[in-house]
């Protein structure tokens, strides 16, 4: 009776662990963001499990389910179409629900996007702060109000359609010189990292159509004010 939180590879299927291996062959039932998806990637390990959905549609109505089947003496693996579950996730609300009804949840280490992309930026990671997608519509506003301020190097999840206007809009709240790396297909074969200033930045993605998964670490403030301290010195 338990809940595994399983992370699956973001790109390269080889990042996936051998534990992670272990455990997707000895659940009773694995739920998937999409089920074609996680389907594909057990067939490429060779594991053949029941596959039900859990997804941003459904999670509200299947959580209660779940949790009552795990309290049942189910086990049960719970993965998504990339990366590390319940991170800017709907995996966070049967988590959740696990823990308050006393069912054991353990979570595998394993993939992520934010942390290579974090590392592969350049930017200051001894403190930082993940703030996922930011709201679409209302509240987006907002949220970048009040991150004007931020000292800490700041983490984004963004959709390739959207890219060019959080750009824009860091320029605007952010500042136009403020240093930026965007990562795109990470672990994929046209991985790419894109360094440099905001207005640098909108100008290599403005010019193309942007394809593939998207992160965007923005060096905080306080970075900004060091730099121009140091430039003062030189």
């Known amino acids: 009776m338990k809940l595994y939180i399983v992370p699956t590879p973001i790109g390269n299927l080889e990042d996936i662990t051998l534990r992670a291996i272990n455990v997707l062959k000895s659940v009773d039932v694995v739920l998937a963001e999409d089920t074609r998806t996680s389907g594909n990637l057990l067939k490429h390990l060779g594991i053949s499990k029941p596959l039900h959905s859990y997804h941003i549609h459904n999670e509200h109505q299947t959580v209660a389910r779940v949790v009552e089947r795990i309290r049942k003496g189910e086990t049960m693996a719970l993965v998504s179409d990339a990366g590390t579950p319940a991170v800017s996730d709907p995996g966070f609300l049967l988590v959740r629900a696990c823990i308050r009804e006393g069912v054991p ?3 595998l280490p394993g993939p992520t996007a934010f ?3 974090l590392v592969n930026s350049g930017l200051p ?21 009040n991150l004007a301020n931020e000292e800490r190097t700041m983490v984004f999840y963004e959709s390739p359609h959207r890219l060019v206007k ?11 010189d ?8 990470l672990s994929k074969m046209f991985e790419e990292n894109v360094r440099g200033t905001v207005t640098e930045v909108i100008a290599h993605f403005g010019e193309k159509t942007v394809k593939g998964e998207i992160v965007i670490v923005v060096a905080g403030k306080a970075d900004e004010k ?4 140091e ?3 030189d």
């Open 231 to 233: 430039e003062d010195e």
């Open 226 to 229: 060091r730099k121009s301290d």
């Open 166 to 176: 959080a750009l824009q809009q860091f320029a605007e709240h952010f500042g136009a």
């Open 115 to 117: 942390v290579p992309a």
């Open 178 to 185: 403020r240093q930026v790396c965007v990562s795109r297909e």
């Open 125 to 145: 990671n001894d403190r930082f702060t993940f703030e996922g997608f930011l709201p679409h519509k209302k509240g987006r506003q907002t949220r970048l109000q």
């Open 105 to 107: 949840v353990e979570c």
